[in-house]
């Protein structure tokens, strides 16, 4: 899965959205979530005086029997409302009544009074344990802007670390209604449902992206595609111009180098195909003035030198058909192709053996790859007195392997022996050697695959391997 998303594009693009997205959400949360605990913690506390001014008001109306318990039922799961005896309770004690009235659940503070509190205790939830530490850090009296028709005796309460806040109000009957208020703001932000609304907002960020960017990867996979088998030498049909601006430009670029590369191998094939098809005449004409020279000697040396000429022009022609026939490619077994040619050199005396390696497959044009390998069986034979060929699975794709046991190649000779009419053995005898052509074709036919033909040492011997991609 990671190494898609390193090398798609898909991903990679979708990996950046999302962490955009990302950075752009942090530094707006930065911003923004001191501001907001601020107004919501401001907010909650102003309901929280206004709630229990009215809660004073109603219990001091109520009689003593029902005022606890309509205290009790006005609590919340951040709030506490209590009736204690006694007008004023001491900080301790009020801060010990105040854990045991959070430790006691909801659902059990209708029970009667300070039983329930007692046997809710040892319990503790989450609320509980965070005013489990807490200290008075100031208490005020009477509290700040309090309205006439309450006890000025009441005591405004603040918690030590912002943690919450609570009143202690005297009644007519000298009993003091209690409340508490615990922060509930002070959390980090994975208290809240933000990381939720990040991750629904990233999926569905995602989920967009991902198929906007595929629409527009596509093309980009089928130019990808078409550059492959243009590289392997295939017919391939003029990409269709749509999509975004840069995508229809760079299809349309890619047509015309197409259209260029195919002008350039016709004009190319063309001139060698009339160079060879000219020399003819002049090599004929030769030849016959030749036949009038008196010289035995130097009639055979001219008539030599008139036959290599010649060998060289049917080359060149032969290079010229070649590049200018497109054959079809296709899927064929390649250990069967293999064998049946080197069976077929083997039949008229030559010391070719195949080595079975296996069944493998590959789409190519069989009738150029078949010369490729003729042409390097040839050599071995010729070169090296016998060849032994085959295929080899590589990581990167198949190998056809031809070794010999004849001196090799210089290591420095190597690339030359690639150059057209380019021979290492110099006597320029044709029953030495052919015309120079052999590898050079060779590697076109190879690289027209996509591959390359490569030459190794042996001890003794040489070995040519044409490298075939999958």
Same mark, same amino acid.
């Given at each position: 899965?990671?190494?898609?998303?390193?090398?798609?594009?898909?991903?990679?693009?979708?990996?950046?959205?999302?962490?955009?997205?990302?950075?752009?959400?942090?530094?707006?949360?930065?911003?923004?979530?001191?501001?907001?605990?601020?107004?919501?913690?401001?907010?909650?506390?102003?309901? *929280?005086?206004?709630?229990?001014?009215?809660?004073?008001?109603?219990?001091?109306?109520?009689?003593?029997?029902?005022?606890?318990?309509?205290?009790?039922?006005?609590?919340?799961?951040?709030?506490? *409302?209590?009736?204690?005896?006694?007008?004023?309770?001491?900080?301790?004690?009020?801060?010990?009544?105040?854990?045991?009235?959070?430790?006691?659940?909801?659902?059990?503070?209708?029970? /009667?009074?300070?039983?329930?509190?007692?046997?809710?205790?040892?319990?503790?939830?989450?609320?509980?344990?965070?005013? /489990?530490?807490?200290?008075?850090?100031?208490?005020?009296s009477p509290p700040a802007v309090w309205p006439d028709d309450l006890d000025a005796r009441a005591q405004a309460i603040d918690l030590a670390g912002d943690l919450g806040a609570g009143f202690?109000?005297?009644?007519?009957?000298?009993?003091?209604?209690? /409340?508490?208020?615990?922060?509930? *703001?002070?959390?980090?932000?994975?208290?809240?449902?933000?990381?939720?609304?990040?991750?629904?907002?990233?999926?569905?960020?995602?989920?967009?992206?991902?198929?906007?960017?595929?629409?527009?990867?596509?093309?980009?996979?089928?130019?990808?595609?078409?550059?492959?088998?243009?590289?392997?030498? &295939?017919?391939?049909?003029?990409?269709?111009?749509?999509?975004?601006?840069?995508?229809? +430009?760079?299809?349309?670029?890619?047509?015309?180098?197409? &259209?260029?590369?195919?002008?350039?191998?016709?004009?190319?094939?063309?001139?060698?195909?009339?160079?060879?098809?000219?020399?003819?005449?002049?090599?004929?004409?030769?030849?016959?003035? /030749?036949?009038?020279?008196?010289?035995?000697?130097?009639?055979?040396?001219? *008539?030599?030198?008139?036959?290599?000429?010649?060998?060289?022009?049917?080359?060149?022609?032969?290079?010229?058909?070649?590049e200018s026939e497109i054959e079809t490619t296709r899927t064929v077994d390649l250990e069967t192709l293999v064998e049946s040619l080197c069976e077929d050199l083997a039949e008229v005396g030559n010391d070719v053996r195949?080595?079975?390696?296996?069944?493998?497959?590959?789409?190519?044009?069989?009738?150029?790859?078949?010369?490729?390998?003729?042409?390097?069986?040839?050599?071995?034979?010729?070169?090296?007195?016998?060849?032994?060929?085959?295929?080899?699975?590589?990581?990167?794709?198949?190998?056809?392997?031809?070794?010999?046991?004849?001196?090799?190649?210089?290591?420095?000779?190597?690339?030359?022996?690639?150059?057209?009419?380019?021979?290492?053995?110099?006597?320029?005898?044709?029953?030495?050697?052919?015309?120079?052509?052999?590898?050079?074709?060779?590697?076109?036919?190879?690289?027209? +695959?996509?591959?390359?033909?490569?030459?190794?040492?042996?001890?003794?011997?040489?070995?040519?391997?044409?490298?075939?991609?999958?």
């Amino acid at each position: 899965m990671m190494r898609w998303w390193r090398k798609s594009l898909s991903g990679q693009l979708v990996a950046a959205l999302l962490g955009a997205l990302f950075l752009s959400q942090a530094i707006s949360f930065l911003f923004v979530w001191q501001e907001r605990k601020q107004v919501l913690e401001a907010s909650e506390r102003t309901e *929280f005086v206004n709630r229990t001014q009215s809660l004073a008001r109603l219990v001091a109306s109520l009689s003593p029997a029902v005022r606890d318990g309509v205290a009790r039922a006005s609590a919340t799961e951040y709030t506490r *409302f209590w009736i204690a005896p006694g007008s004023q309770a001491g900080p301790d004690a009020w801060l010990g009544r105040m854990r045991a009235e959070f430790e006691t659940p909801l659902t059990r503070l209708l029970e /009667a009074g300070e039983d329930a509190t007692r046997q809710g205790a040892g319990s503790p939830g989450e609320t509980a344990r965070a005013m /489990a530490e807490a200290r008075i850090a100031s208490q005020q009296s009477p509290p700040a802007v309090w309205p006439d028709d309450l006890d000025a005796r009441a005591q405004a309460i603040d918690l030590a670390g912002d943690l919450g806040a609570g009143f202690t109000i005297p009644l007519n009957d000298g009993t003091t209604f209690n /409340a508490a208020y615990r922060n509930h *703001f002070s959390g980090t932000i994975l208290a809240t449902p933000i990381p939720v609304t990040f991750a629904m907002t990233a999926a569905l960020v995602a989920l967009v992206a991902l198929v906007a960017i595929r629409r527009i990867a596509k093309p980009l996979a089928g130019l990808a595609e078409a550059a492959e088998a243009l590289g392997r030498g &295939e017919p391939v049909s003029p990409l269709v111009e749509t999509g975004p601006d840069d995508i229809r +430009h760079t299809a349309a670029a890619f047509n015309r180098m197409q &259209e260029r590369l195919h002008r350039f191998v016709q004009d190319r094939t063309r001139m060698l195909g009339a160079i060879g098809h000219d020399l003819r005449t002049p090599l004929t004409t030769m030849r016959l003035r /030749a036949e009038f020279v008196e010289d035995e000697e130097l009639q055979a040396r001219m *008539f030599a030198t008139i036959d290599e000429m010649r060998s060289m022009t049917e080359a060149i022609l032969a290079l010229a058909r070649q590049e200018s026939e497109i054959e079809t490619t296709r899927t064929v077994d390649l250990e069967t192709l293999v064998e049946s040619l080197c069976e077929d050199l083997a039949e008229v005396g030559n010391d070719v053996r195949f080595e079975e390696s296996g069944r493998v497959t590959l789409r190519c044009r069989p009738d150029s790859l078949r010369r490729a390998v003729r042409n390097l069986i040839e050599n071995a034979v010729r070169y090296g007195r016998c060849a032994r060929v085959s295929l080899a699975n590589v990581p990167d794709g198949i190998e056809i392997l031809v070794r010999d046991e004849g001196p090799g190649i210089p290591a420095d000779r190597k690339e030359d022996v690639f150059a057209p009419f380019l021979r290492l053995e110099t006597s320029r005898n044709a029953e030495t050697g052919g015309v120079g052509l052999g590898l050079s074709i060779s590697r076109a036919i190879a690289r027209q +695959h996509g591959g390359d033909v490569l030459l190794r040492d042996r001890a003794p011997g040489l070995e040519a391997a044409i490298h075939l991609p999958r």
